[in-house]
């Protein structure tokens, strides 16, 4: 078994990234030395819990460490208050204390929440993240971001609080619908698209191989996306220098097209997916990039089954949502778009007409 290990390094809140196959089997190895004598919560959603729950549990008992199991809903739903309130009764209920260790198991909803609940019971307590989706693995599990949603606000309440460690078993990707590698091929464009052209040339090279998940090209392009994302996380751990924020491509309007969708029709990844379309083309519009890099940009998002356009909703409510984005500053919308590909910027309030204009080739409102 071929383990590869990235240091996320924030000083005393340092943390390893551990990536593998079949890692989830010898989970208790893992925690054993992270946890205090209090209790072990692990939080999922039933579809992860079914595939890897009785592993993990199974695995923590061997290493001598009870745990409980908190269910709740898949996907966005698992983000709201009434859900996070829920899960605050039940540790209550359970008794846990400050000592306690929240293990996320699942993809990225369920790793935002427990981060959330990690972050604020009891004033905060242990984080581990086991993210069982491609999307996590490569983007969400890392750098201690944690939010739930608003109706008209994607990830409005949040807070930064750092795991123990995340541990990424590419083993089971394998289990995941095409839809679910799909969305984690987004965020795997995103990294290529505004911070390394060799990713995103591998993306384009052996797409094939990695919609199969085949084993190799999947690790290497897990390793290499959360290498980048530690990297800048170390640097730029709250956002302060702006440094962090290029990460966002694709998610200022991605998020939009999330809220007026009110969470139920495009995935997370295929949400970014139309952000990423239309905000080359603002960078286009901008001056910034040429026709040629949104036509290799938006053909590669098509390549891997990902839309690039939206029907049924008005630039207008698009627009007004993305005034809700928690990337506003100083009421002044911040874009992070590509200079070219392979390297990006942040671009703060860009003339009304360019988003306008850039939106018309993505929103057939009509």
Do not use: W
Not at 142 to 156: C, M
Not at 218 to 223: D, I, K, Q
Not at 278 to 305: F, H, K, N, P, Q
Not at 310 to 317: A, F, N, P, Q
């Amino acid at each position: 078994m071929s383990l590869h290990t990235i240091s996320v390094d924030l000083g005393e809140r340092s943390y390893p990234i551990i990536i593998g196959s079949r890692l989830i089997p010898d989970v208790g190895r893992y925690v054993a030395p992270l946890r205090s004598d209090d209790m072990v919560v692990i939080l999922s959603v039933p579809p992860a819990d079914r595939l890897y729950g009785p592993a993990v549990r199974e695995s923590l008992a061997r290493s001598g460490i009870p745990s409980e199991t908190v269910l709740v809903p898949d996907r966005e739903e698992a983000k709201t208050i009434a859900t996070y309130a829920r899960v605050v009764e039940e540790l209550l209920r359970m008794k846990a204390g400050r000592g306690a260790t929240i293990i996320a198991l699942g993809g990225g909803c369920v790793g935002d929440l427990a981060g959330f609940v990690a972050a604020t019971y009891m004033r905060g307590v242990r984080l581990i993240h086991i993210p069982t989706t491609l999307l996590a693995q490569v983007d969400s599990s890392i750098g201690g971001k944690a939010a739930l949603n608003l109706p008209d606000a994607k990830n409005i309440m949040g807070a930064f609080h750092q795991p123990a460690l995340v541990l990424s078993d590419t083993s089971s990707l394998l289990t995941l619908p095409p839809r679910e590698v799909r969305c984690g091929a987004a965020e795997l464009i995103k990294y290529g698209a505004i911070m390394d052209l060799p990713l995103l040339e591998q993306l384009e090279r052996e797409r094939e191989q990695l919609l199969r998940l085949e084993e190799e090209a999947t690790m290497r392009a897990v390793f290499r996306a959360a290498e980048l994302k530690a990297g800048v996380v170390a640097r730029d751990e709250r956002e302060l220098s702006g440094l962090r924020v290029l990460l966002n491509f694709g998610h200022t309007l991605g998020h939009a097209v999330e809220a007026a969708m009110e969470y139920r029709g495009f995935s997370h990844g295929e949400s970014v997916a139309i952000g990423m379309a239309g905000e080359v083309r603002l960078a286009e519009e901008l001056g910034m990039v040429t026709r040629g890099t949104v036509e290799r940009l938006e053909s590669l998002i098509s390549a891997y089954g990902l839309p690039t356009r939206l029907e049924g909703i008005s630039r207008k409510t698009l627009i007004g949502l993305m005034a809700h984005d928690k990337k506003v500053a100083a009421r002044r919308l911040r874009f992070a778009l590509p200079e070219k590909l392979g390297k990006g910027t942040v671009v703060s309030d860009p003339p009304g007409d360019a988003i306008d204009e850039a939106l018309k080739g993505v929103v057939k409102d009509d």
